[in-house]
T-cell receptor
Framework: AQSVTQPDIHITVSEGASLELRCNYSYGATPYLFWYVQSPGQGLQLLLKYFSGDTLVQGIKGFEAEFKRSQSSFNLRKPSVHWSDAAEYFCAVGGGTYKYIFGTGTRLKVLA | DTEVTQTPKHLVMGMTNKKSLKCEQHMGHRAMYWYKQKAKKPPELMFVYSYEKLSINESVPSRFSPECPNSSLLNLHLHALQPEDSALYLC???????????FGPGTRLTVL
């Protein structure tokens, strides 16, 4: 079955600390992978995506993600978190059929 | 420009009202989507239009009626909604089925 798992429902980090949000997927075909961020009451903003090529992908706002096929993972990282990064983060997998499979999301809280 | 616009931002309606949500994109995308998102949940796909034709209907109740008047516009007509239909309604667009989906800011719908 196709699925996306974000094991951490909530994560709290201090401002300036590093961040890693986990995403594991189960997908039969070559996956297209995405990370989106959503501030309260807002739409989803694309942070980065992976289709093919270099497995380390750079995105906006200083985020990066690494695709590891052997581990079926696409973890999101940021070396130094800012208070404005507090939001909900969604990992998604697509495969060319219009449908995304979303993870359940990780809510990030940033301590001043 | 990767902007998808949605109007209105907020909508309050009674169960006997008829209202419409509007979505617009000028990126030349040929696929457009409606999602419903409840609090603390990932978006749920409702409808997909591809080249202005309804491509996917995720068994959505008939009180939701989508319309795609042209390649830039997507409407969602609402009639006889229930309080449980209260949610954030998100529109998205992509170049095609495989493409990255870009989301609008959403319409916060409250059904009284």
């Amino acid at each position: 079955a196709q699925s996306v798992t974000q094991p951490d429902i909530h994560i709290t980090v201090s401002e300036g600390a590093s961040l890693e949000l986990r995403c594991n997927y189960s997908y039969g075909a070559t996956p297209y992978l995405f990370w989106y961020v959503q501030s309260p009451g807002q739409g989803l903003q694309l942070l980065l995506k992976y289709f093919s090529g270099d497995t380390l992908v750079q995105g906006i706002k200083g985020f990066e993600a690494e695709f590891k096929r052997s581990q079926s993972s696409f973890n999101l990282r940021k070396p130094s978190v800012h208070w404005s990064d507090a939001a909900e983060y969604f990992c998604a997998v697509g495969g060319g059929t219009y449908k995304y499979i979303f993870g359940t999301g990780t809510r990030l809280k940033v301590l001043a | 420009d990767t902007e998808v616009t949605q109007t209105p931002k907020h909508l309050v309606m009674g169960m006997t009202n008829k209202k419409s949500l509007k979505c617009e994109q000028h990126m030349g995308h040929r696929a457009m989507y409606w999602y419903k998102q409840k609090a603390k949940k990932p978006p749920e796909l409702m409808f997909v239009y591809s080249y202005e034709k309804l491509s996917i209907n995720e068994s959505v109740p008939s009180r939701f009626s989508p319309e795609c008047p042209n390649s830039s516009l997507l409407n969602l007509h609402l009639h006889a909604l229930q309080p449980e239909d209260s949610a954030l309604y998100l529109c998205a667009s992509s170049q095609a089925g495989i493409g990255t989906q870009y989301f609008g800011p959403g319409t916060r719908l409250t059904v009284l």
